[in-house]
């Protein structure tokens, strides 16, 4: 008689896993997203401890703990060693996740060709020629990076054993297998059985592994929550493909903060690294334009000068428009409804449109002020002086509330050299000499006066 096959239900969303089969996951409460997975017991974990590595823990006193500082393995890149917190930690694994086209395959291949140490890349997405075309596209040929195409995480350790590398690249983990379980590449069960096996390599041999994840549209990278649980570090690449920049930011880090984040730019030779972003993300323009305002903004902690663009005219159709990128589409509705209902400008009527350049993505809501800025100055036609910058958040009650880090914003925008900057009355502001005019603002009618006086 033939053995059944084991199987198990897996939610595809966040990776529980249940008994059976339902409509509706009782873990995330997403719909249809429950898929049966067959799993076998394993035949062999392929990533056999050597006793040498073996190491018997113990309990100790905390004085008793000897602290060693974790070896790093530098990437020889700026904006990823930042947010690393200073290079790839030995023995760490690391996933950067992002939406497909984006370039992680780009960054992650421009790095493993600069790193002096012994590099293995393993593609399970492009073939090696393909790769070498994308080597002699960002100009980098090192000798010390080897290229693997292989999908099956056995033949994977039989290379590594082979050619010995310092750090391992997957790209990736989507579409490894391995022969301990019988489920399909990319399933729940397969991500996790392979990332375990790639853990426990890492940790054992002390090699740092880099693993690139697809990210599916609610923005998690595709399969299982679980996966960023498992792995050290979390890396997101993110910006819109139709521009040129790219943020690279942390969501895990095990070894430093999470606050960093590293700039790019997508250029026809690989990404190039941004040290000045505030420069570049604000555009040159020549006549003073109505519908646009500075905002200086905090991603993490480093600030960035964005600019923001409205376009406020009257609606053709029944409904009004409202669109925005790189700015919450609510917060626009709610910073309408303000303007609205506390300073009596009457957009309801209105299409707006608003524009973040760059195609960067902006959480932090000391935006709000320059979002409110852009919709006057359009809505008026009047412009605002390029000098100015604006930093605030706007609450329901019309209320100019104030934002983190004042001082450390005011500082960069002098650096940039802005005139006046526009910020809360509520902000406490311990700098003495700012060298730039600053303008207090208590209630949202308040901004229209200062700005169009
Ligand atoms: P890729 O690294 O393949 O993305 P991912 O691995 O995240 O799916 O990047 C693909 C895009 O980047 C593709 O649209 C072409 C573009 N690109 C450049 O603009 N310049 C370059 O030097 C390279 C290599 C790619
Ligand atoms: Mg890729």
Redesign the pocket.
């Known amino acids: 008689m033939m053995a059944k096959a084991k199987t198990t239900f897996f939610c595809q969303n966040c990776g529980t896993q249940h008994a059976k089969w339902m409509g509706q996951c009782s873990a995330c409460n997403e719909w249809n997203t429950i898929i049966e997975e067959v799993i076998q017991k394993e035949v062999a974990r392929e990533w056999k401890q050597s006793n040498a590595a073996k190491t018997i823990s113990k309990p100790l006193k905390i004085e008793e703990i000897q602290l060693n500082a974790e070896e790093r393995i530098p990437t020889k890149n700026k904006e990823l060693d930042t947010v690393l917190g200073g290079g790839l930690v030995k023995g760490s694994v690391t996933l950067l996740g ?10 992650i291949l421009q790095i493993s060709l600069v790193i002096p140490d012994k590099v293995l890349y393993v593609s399970g997405e492009e073939s090696q020629s393909q790769i070498k075309m ?1 080597a002699e ?2 100009q980098k040929n090192a000798s010390n990076c080897l290229i693997l195409t292989e999908t099956n995480t056995q033949q994977i350790f039989k290379n590594i054993e082979k050619v010995q590398p310092q750090v391992l690249v997957i ?1 990736s983990i989507q579409t490894l297998h391995t022969n301990a379980i019988d489920a399909s590449p990319g399933s729940i069960s397969q991500i996790r059985e392979t990332t375990a096996e790639l853990i426990k390599f890492a940790k054992e041999t002390g090699t740092p592994v880099l693993l ?1 994840g697809h990210i599916n549209k609610e923005g998690q990278i595709a399969g299982p929550k679980i996966l960023e649980h498992m792995v050290d570090v979390v890396l997101q ?1 993110e910006g819109d ?1 139709n521009h040129t920049y790219r943020i690279l930011r942390s969501q895990k880090n095990r070894f430093g903060s999470t606050a960093e984040l590293g700039i790019y730019e ?5 990404l190039r690294e941004v040290s000045n972003p505030s420069e570049i993300l604000i555009s040159k323009k020549d006549a003073d334009l109505s519908g646009t305002a500075i905002s200086s903004t905090l991603e993490g902690i480093r600030p960035l000068m964005i600019e923001v663009q409205a376009l406020v005219s009257t609606a053709v159709y029944g409904t009004p428009q409202r669109t925005t990128t790189g700015y919450n589409l609510k917060r626009l509705h709610m910073v309408l409804a303000v303007l609205e209902k506390r300073a009596g400008f009457k957009l309801a009527a209105k299409d707006v449109f608003l524009n973040i350049t760059g195609g960067i993505s902006i959480d932090d809501p000391a935006i709000d002020l320059a979002v409110v800025a852009s919709i006057l100055s359009s809505n008026q036609d009047i412009a605002i002086s390029p000098n100015v910058c604006f930093a605030a958040e706007i609450g329901l009650a019309g209320e100019i509330r104030p934002v983190s880090k004042i001082d450390q914003r005011i500082l960069e925008a002098k650096k940039l050299g802005y005139k006046t900057f526009v910020a809360s009355k509520y902000n406490k502001i311990t700098l003495k000499e700012s060298g730039i005019k600053l303008i207090l603002v208590g209630k949202i009618e308040e901004v229209f006066a200062t700005l169009f006086a």
Not at 98 to 107: A, M, N, Q
Not at 266 to 270: F, H, S
């Open positions: 992002g939406e497909p086209g984006i370039g992680k395959s780009t960054l994308r596209r960002i790209d690139i690449f493909r997508m250029l026809t030779d690989g």
